[in-house]
C-alpha cells in the first residue's frame, strides 16, 4: 500500500511540475482568421479579398497597388500558424513585425515569401526575403500548405509543411502587426493561429 501510495505522490509531483513548464512556456493559441469572418484584420491596398466556403481568397487587383489583411493587434514573439492554397503564378506571402500598419513590405517588415515563380528563387517560397534565402525553393502551388513561423526574440525560423526552411538571428523588426500578401494569382487563407511567447 505505501508503494502504490508513493507511486501516486511521485506521478502527481511529475505531472504538476509537466503542467508547470506548459503553462510558462506561453500563451494559449488564439484564431486570427477562421473563416467566418476578418474581424481580426483591416484591410488595405487594392486586392479584391472575399469571404467564401471558409475561406477568404483574392484573385484578382481593383487597382495597381498590393492587397493586405493585416492584424489590429501588434505582435512581438510568437508562433503563427496558417494554411494556405496558391495557384502556381501567385505571389504572396505573410509579412511579420512590421514597422507599422499602413506600409507592408519587405523594406518594412519581415517577408515571409509565398512564390513560386519569383525571378530569383532564393528568396521565393519558404524564404525570408532579404534575410534568409534558400536552395532548392520548395513549390506551394497547386496544393494546401501550412506555414508555422516562430519570432522570438532575434530568432526568427520558418516551417513549411513540417520541413524548416530557413532560420535566422536578426534584430531589425522587434514588433508590429502580421500581414496577409495578395500579389498576384489565386490566394486563399482558410486557418491562422497565434501563440505568443
Same mark, same amino acid.
Given at each position: 500500500?505505501?508503494r502504490?501510495?508513493r507511486?501516486?505522490?511521485?506521478?502527481l509531483?511529475v505531472?504538476?511540475t509537466?503542467?508547470?513548464?506548459?503553462?510558462?512556456?506561453?500563451g494559449?493559441?488564439?484564431? %486570427?482568421?477562421d473563416?467566418k469572418?476578418?474581424?481580426?484584420?483591416?484591410?488595405?491596398?487594392?486586392a479584391?479579398?472575399?469571404l467564401?466556403?471558409? %475561406?477568404?481568397?483574392?484573385?484578382? =487587383?481593383?487597382?495597381?497597388d498590393?492587397?493586405? %489583411?493585416?492584424?489590429?493587434?501588434?505582435y512581438?514573439?510568437?508562433?503563427?500558424?496558417?494554411?494556405?492554397?496558391?495557384?502556381?503564378?501567385?505571389?504572396?506571402?505573410?509579412?511579420?513585425?512590421?514597422?507599422?500598419?499602413?506600409t507592408?513590405?519587405?523594406?518594412?517588415c519581415y517577408?515571409?515569401?509565398?512564390?513560386?515563380?519569383?525571378?530569383?528563387p532564393?528568396?521565393?517560397?519558404?524564404?525570408?526575403?532579404?534575410?534568409?534565402g534558400?536552395?532548392p525553393?520548395?513549390?506551394a502551388?497547386?496544393?494546401?500548405n *501550412?506555414y508555422?513561423?516562430?519570432?522570438?526574440?532575434?530568432?526568427?525560423?520558418v516551417?513549411?509543411?513540417?520541413v524548416k *526552411?530557413v532560420e535566422? =538571428?536578426?534584430?531589425?523588426?522587434?514588433?508590429?502587426?502580421?500581414?496577409?500578401q495578395?500579389?498576384k494569382?489565386?490566394?486563399?487563407?482558410?486557418?491562422v493561429e497565434?501563440?505568443e %511567447?
Amino acid at each position: 500500500m505505501k508503494r502504490f501510495s508513493r507511486i501516486i505522490i511521485g506521478l502527481l509531483v511529475v505531472g504538476s511540475t509537466l503542467f508547470g513548464c506548459a503553462t510558462m512556456s506561453g500563451g494559449n493559441w488564439v484564431t %486570427l482568421f477562421d473563416g467566418k469572418d476578418l474581424d481580426q484584420w483591416y484591410i488595405i491596398g487594392d486586392a479584391d479579398w472575399k469571404l467564401e466556403k471558409g %475561406l477568404v481568397m483574392a484573385d484578382k =487587383k481593383i487597382g495597381k497597388d498590393n492587397g493586405y %489583411l493585416v492584424t489590429r493587434k501588434n505582435y512581438s514573439n510568437f508562433q503563427l500558424r496558417a494554411e494556405f492554397w496558391v495557384d502556381d503564378t501567385a505571389n504572396s506571402g505573410i509579412f511579420i513585425r512590421c514597422k507599422d500598419g499602413k506600409t507592408i513590405g519587405a523594406a518594412r517588415c519581415y517577408e515571409v515569401n509565398i512564390f513560386d515563380q519569383r525571378s530569383d528563387p532564393y528568396f521565393g517560397t519558404g524564404a525570408i526575403v532579404g534575410f534568409a534565402g534558400l536552395d532548392p525553393m520548395p513549390k506551394a502551388g497547386g496544393k494546401w500548405n *501550412t506555414y508555422e513561423i516562430t519570432a522570438d526574440g532575434p530568432n526568427l525560423t520558418v516551417v513549411l509543411n513540417g520541413v524548416k *526552411t530557413v532560420e535566422v =538571428k536578426n534584430k531589425k523588426y522587434k514588433k508590429g502587426p502580421i500581414a496577409l500578401q495578395y500579389g498576384k494569382g489565386v490566394v486563399k487563407f482558410r486557418k491562422v493561429e497565434i501563440r505568443e %511567447l
